[in-house]
């Protein structure tokens, strides 16, 4: 699993005196070790085969098993019809978005209302073009052909974004093509970005229909594309907003307890939807992020209708009052080293080296909080900062319920230890398999019913 990597996944070859060596870390909330360690097999078969024949020509290689991977001579028409029929896949954006940049945030027309207007070409639009074709190994791709529609999901999204970022020195993050899944898009972005504005956490994943809205809130990786399928799978009359960490933007001072974080979180939904009843989902991590905001609303005066959580659990969560900058540092070191200590084999030394980084940021982190000192942007890692936050929060009871949807392969309590912080029972619902297979493709269809029935009871806006 990637520590605070920028990028979702990559991987390392190290040469050492017994042989080379290939390890590949990755961000855990967006790929399941099942398919890694799948996509690791097919790398070591194309391998193999360049080994025993080192002439053998690219295309005569073992074709990839994956859907979506396509060679670079496959045709734009080829590909789409291998992709699912258009009734099956939305095809536009919500008719407003709004996207940031460097903390910048930008207004534009969704292209329903473009459709009928020429778009003109430029040497943004070109170089924006190649890097496409590059990442999605398409040729012939149009201006305004549509990111996922092409096939594009975490990985190529990661590739293409790094590689724009690197071209015009910008830092947008993975959700930008949640909001500009187009070159057209990506090229008003980039020609706009220069009249920077006050960022902002909130990106519009749907923003049609009459329902409440419902904001899923990020996981201790801080990015909020995993949550694209669900947010389609509700249906078009449900408005989803993902709220990405507040440390992706760079010129934010990165906050470090879970109360601040939710407070600021607090002030961006409301931008939104000023008054309530509100929806919070919260993956993993962000299951804590929503119980707080839920917590500090109804502090308020406010309603919260749904606290949700995507497998969530408490029950082994440290909920020691004590705060001095020595028990923090304590609980920070042991959160990283105590899971090595359960292992059954020995650790990699990758594993080791995460673990030391692991310790050494979370320890600065725990100095400067102490002091009041921001945290310079070259030791800035989303998934620490997160992790700090999360590990010392304290949960205070909430006047509500909390619903659950719990992975039925892990261990704990039913209610994952919930049900002593809320004045409720914990609704829970079932969801197949491990932790990481919550929102696979697999358990989708038990997690868009399960969310429906809650929402249901959720009044809708006008």
């Not at 029929?85 to 536009?92: D, F, T």
């Not at 329903?112 to 639009?125: H, R, Y």
């Not at 010129?251 to 008054?275: C, I």
């Not at 030791?379 to 590990?391: D, E, G, K, P, Q």
């Amino acid at each position: 699993m990637s520590v605070g990597t920028p990028f979702e996944m990559q991987l390392g070859v190290i040469e050492r005196k017994e042989g080379v060596r290939a390890e590949l870390e990755y961000n855990a909330d967006l790929f399941e070790k099942s398919t890694v360690e799948e996509w690791l097999a097919y790398y070591q078969t194309i391998l193999t085969c360049l080994v025993s024949n080192p002439d053998r020509r690219v295309s005569d290689l073992p074709p990839s098993p994956y859907k979506g991977i396509v060679h670079s001579n496959s045709s734009i028409e080829q590909i789409r019809e291998s992709l699912p029929r258009v009734s099956e896949v939305p095809l536009k954006m919500p008719a407003m978005v709004e996207t940031h940049v460097r903390g910048a945030s930008h207004t534009k027309q969704a292209l329903d209302s473009e459709a009928g207007s020429p778009v003109v070409p430029d040497s943004i639009t070109a170089e924006l073009t190649e890097i496409w074709e590059a990442a999605l190994n398409i040729k012939g791709i149009g201006l305004r052909d549509d990111f996922f529609e092409l096939g594009g999901r975490s990985i190529v999204a990661a590739r293409l974004m790094a590689r724009i970022n690197k071209k015009y020195s910008l830092k947008l993050g993975l959700s930008t093509l949640l909001n500009c899944p187009t070159i057209e898009g990506l090229a008003k972005l980039i020609r706009g970005q220069l009249s920077p504005q006050t960022p902002s956490s909130i990106v519009r994943i749907q923003s049609q229909g009459t329902s409440a809205p419902l904001f899923m809130i990020h996981g201790v990786g801080g990015n909020v594309l995993n949550f694209y399928d669900l947010a389609k799978e509700l249906g078009s009359n449900q408005p989803v907003y993902g709220v990405e960490a507040q440390s992706l933007h760079m010129k934010n001072r990165p906050l470090t307890t879970l109360e601040d974080l939710a407070a600021y979180y607090v002030g961006e939904v409301r931008k939104v939807q000023p008054f309530g009843p509100y929806n919070f989902l919260g993956y993993s991590y962000g299951g804590f992020v929503a119980f707080e905001m839920a917590r500090q609303l109804q502090l308020a005066n406010e309603k919260v209708e749904l606290v949700g959580m995507l497998d969530t659990p408490v029950w082994r969560h440290g909920l020691r009052e004590d705060r001095g900058t020595i028990a923090i540092a304590g609980r920070q070191l042991l959160a990283v080293w105590s899971p090595f200590f359960h292992r059954l084999r020995a650790c990699t030394p990758m594993e080791i080296f995460d673990a030391i980084k692991s310790s050494i940021l979370r320890t600065f982190y725990t100095y400067i909080a102490s002091r009041d000192i921001e945290i310079p942007t070259f030791l800035r890692s989303v998934y620490h900062i997160n992790s700090f936050a999360a590990v010392n929060y304290v949960p205070k009871r909430y006047d509500g319920k909390v619903t659950m949807l719990r992975a039925s392969g892990e261990k704990g309590p039913r209610d994952l230890g919930w049900g002593r912080f809320t004045t409720q029972p914990v609704e829970v619902y079932e969801i197949p398999g491990a932790h990481l297979q919550v929102l696979s493709d697999k358990n989708m269809p038990k997690v868009v019913e399960s969310l429906r029935t809650c929402l249901s009871e959720s009044p809708r806006r006008h």
